[in-house]
């Protein structure tokens, strides 16, 4: 029999295994770390996951794709990106998983991304496997001519990887709307089909869902209300810290207007800004999504509720509710220790990975409620696999129709979670539910499918 001290000494052995096998790519190993520190109840309760390999299988890749990706600016310059694909584990579904356009962009962080995602995706209930792409190539301050290019070239190899039944790609940091229309549009020139469900985020005039550009911030507010719900408690009237100024924390800002809470800050790379009236939603979408300013622009136009803190971090605001939206490890243990000072009640994490391990066991050890990405942002991946099955059927649902199954999904995902964690000794510890029920999800099915 397998003994709890068996199973611990064997994920040690792993975890080490895991680290010689992928040098220099701490994100990776950290994302590997926080299941795998989760899991030994699940193995000592269920022998069969502990059959030798399982685990192994999981933690590599399928497949792994990197790329040159050579394209000129306006001026005529030559430069050279690197793109990446990770398609991870395609046991539930076709690999499903955004591209992000950054320039820290290298293969340990799309590994921790995709990683990631199959345990997000199997959350969902849907049937999407995980994966993960995109490049080390700066969009700040580009031409859209220079993205058009940017993007062609980046398909011109990515087609060849990727298809309805194979591998969908979305949109991530650095890429959405745009971006995604351009790289469609090389892929129908490519391969001279119409074949809407190989990317989604796509506009709502070919293709998109309605939702998906709300559903990742609109999901994750969704999921920080029912953890309040569960303690009792409301969203309406807390305030809170949204950091990010991009889609997820555009529409993290939108939903929590919505349900009568207070968003006090958002930010980018650059600083913070903090209204005292509450975030006005028009004026950040008129700022970051139309014209694609800085942050410090929606200061200077809202007037004397709001100010500019370069450098700072949204994190040394008192609010009820934090969301981090905007990247990974943003929030740290000093942030965490300012919030729970500031009595902070629950985190929900829009952003994947942005809290620290640190951070995020500082929170439980103070009682905060604290959903992790891949519960509490899984909303957009879900209502991409509703793209998914709008475009295989050739149909479109309503608005309304989405955002119903959105609510519906994130609601069973926590329920999931909470239950899962329940059932395993870990009572409101979201991140062993989610990772433990993540993890069962996707095991089954590779069990169940043999050694590949
Ligand atoms: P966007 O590119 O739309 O926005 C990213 C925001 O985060 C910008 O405000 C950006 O500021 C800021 N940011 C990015 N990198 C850094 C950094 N290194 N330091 C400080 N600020 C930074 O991306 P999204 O909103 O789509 O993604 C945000 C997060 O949500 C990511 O972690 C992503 O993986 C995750 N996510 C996104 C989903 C989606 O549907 N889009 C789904 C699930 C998770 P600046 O412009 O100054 O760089």
Same mark, same amino acid.
């Given at each position: 029999? +397998?003994?709890?001290d068996?199973t611990k000494?064997?994920?040690?052995?792993?975890?080490?295994?895991? #680290?010689r096998?992928?040098?220099a790519?701490?994100?990776?190993?950290?994302?590997?770390?926080?299941?795998?520190d989760?899991?030994?109840? @699940?193995?000592? $309760?269920?022998?069969?996951?502990? #059959?030798?390999?399982?685990?192994?299988r999981?933690?590599?890749? #399928?497949?792994q794709v990197?790329?040159?990706?050579p394209?000129?600016?306006?001026?005529? =310059?030559?430069?050279?990106?690197?793109?990446f694909?990770?398609e991870f584990?395609?046991?539930l579904g076709?690999?499903?998983?955004?591209?992000?356009?950054?320039?820290?962009?290298?293969?340990?962080i799309i590994?921790?991304?995709?990683?990631?995602q199959?345990?997000?995706?199997a959350?969902?209930?849907?049937g999407?496997g995980?994966?993960?792409g995109?490049?080390?190539?700066?969009?700040?301050?580009?031409?859209d001519a220079?993205?058009? =290019?940017?993007?062609q070239?980046?398909?011109t190899?990515?087609?060849?990887?990727i298809?309805?039944?194979? %591998?969908?790609?979305?949109?991530d940091?650095?890429?959405?709307?745009?971006?995604?229309?351009?790289?469609?549009g090389?892929?129908?020139?490519? +391969?001279?089909r119409?074949?809407?469900?190989v990317? !989604? /985020?796509?506009?709502a005039?070919?293709?998109?869902?309605?939702i =998906?550009? #709300?559903?990742?911030?609109?999901?994750?507010?969704l999921?920080?209300a $029912?953890?309040? =719900?569960?303690r009792?408690e409301?969203?309406?009237?807390?305030?809170?810290v949204?950091s990010?100024?991009?889609?997820?924390a555009i529409? !993290?800002?939108e939903?929590?207007?919505a349900?009568?809470?207070?968003?006090?800050?958002?930010?980018?790379?650059?600083?913070?800004?903090v209204? %005292?009236?509450?975030? %006005?939603?028009?004026?950040?979408?008129?700022?970051k999504? @139309?014209?694609?300013?800085?942050?410090?622009?929606?200061?200077?136009?809202?007037?004397?509720?709001?100010?500019?803190?370069?450098?700072?971090?949204?994190?040394?605001?008192?609010a %009820?509710?934090?969301?981090?939206?905007?990247?990974?490890?943003?929030?740290?243990e000093?942030?965490?220790?300012?919030?729970?000072r500031? /009595?902070?009640?629950?985190?929900?994490?829009?952003?994947?990975?942005?809290?620290?391990?640190e951070?995020?066991?500082?929170?439980?050890?103070?009682?905060?409620?604290?959903?992790?990405?891949?519960?509490?942002? $899984?909303?957009?991946?879900? @209502?991409?696999?509703?793209?998914?099955?709008?475009?295989?059927?050739?149909?479109?649902?309503?608005?309304?129709?989405?955002?119903?199954?959105l609510?519906h999904?994130m609601s069973a995902?926590?329920?999931t979670?909470?239950?899962t964690?329940e059932?395993?000794?870990?009572?409101g510890d979201?991140v062993?539910?989610?990772n433990?029920? /993540?993890?069962e999800?996707v095991?089954?099915?590779?069990l169940?499918?043999?050694?590949?």
């Open positions: 029999m +397998t003994t709890r068996d000494t064997r994920l040690d052995a792993l975890r080490v295994e895991i #680290e096998r992928n040098p790519q701490p994100e990776f190993h950290q994302a590997v770390h926080e299941v795998l989760t899991l030994a109840p @699940v193995l000592a $309760a269920r022998p069969e996951y502990a #059959e030798p390999g399982l685990i192994e999981l933690c590599e890749p #399928e497949r990197i790329f040159r990706v394209w000129q600016d306006d001026q005529g =310059r030559v430069h050279v990106n690197r793109g694909r990770v584990n395609s046991a076709p690999y499903k998983g955004g591209l992000r356009f950054h320039p820290s962009v290298n293969l340990g590994k921790f991304l995709g990683f990631e199959i345990f997000k995706n959350l969902t209930g849907l999407i995980g994966g993960k995109g490049s080390d190539f700066d969009p700040h301050g580009r031409s220079e993205i058009m =290019r940017f993007c070239s980046f398909m190899e990515l087609y060849r990887h298809g309805e039944h194979t %591998d969908v790609p979305a949109g940091i650095g890429v959405g709307g745009r971006e995604i229309g351009y790289l469609f090389q892929y129908r020139r490519i +391969t001279n119409w074949e809407a469900g990317l !989604t /985020g796509k506009g005039g070919w293709g998109g869902s309605a =998906r550009p #709300e559903a990742t911030g609109y999901g994750s507010v999921f920080a $029912a953890m309040l =719900r569960e009792g409301d969203l309406e009237g807390q305030t809170a949204v990010g100024s991009g889609n997820v529409y !993290t800002v939903k929590l207007l349900l009568g809470a207070n968003p006090l800050t958002c930010s980018d790379s650059s600083g913070y800004v209204d %005292d009236k509450g975030i %006005d939603v028009e004026l950040l979408k008129q700022v999504e @139309v014209e694609r300013g800085r942050i410090s622009e929606y200061a200077e136009r809202r007037g004397a509720s709001a100010r500019f803190v370069p450098g700072g971090r949204v994190w040394e605001v008192p %009820d509710v934090a969301l981090p939206s905007a990247t990974q490890n943003e929030l740290d000093n942030d965490a220790a300012a919030l729970v500031n /009595g902070v009640k629950a985190v929900a994490e829009g952003a994947n990975m942005p809290t620290t391990p951070a995020v066991h500082l929170f439980q050890r103070a009682g905060v409620a604290f959903g992790p990405g891949k519960a509490a942002n $899984a909303g957009g991946v879900a @209502v991409s696999a509703l793209e998914m099955a709008q475009n295989h059927a050739r149909t479109a649902w309503s608005p309304a129709k989405v955002e119903e199954e609510a999904i995902i926590h329920t979670c909470h239950e964690a059932r395993y000794g870990a009572p979201y062993t539910g989610a433990i029920a /993540g993890f999800r095991a089954d099915a590779m169940a499918q043999g050694v590949i």
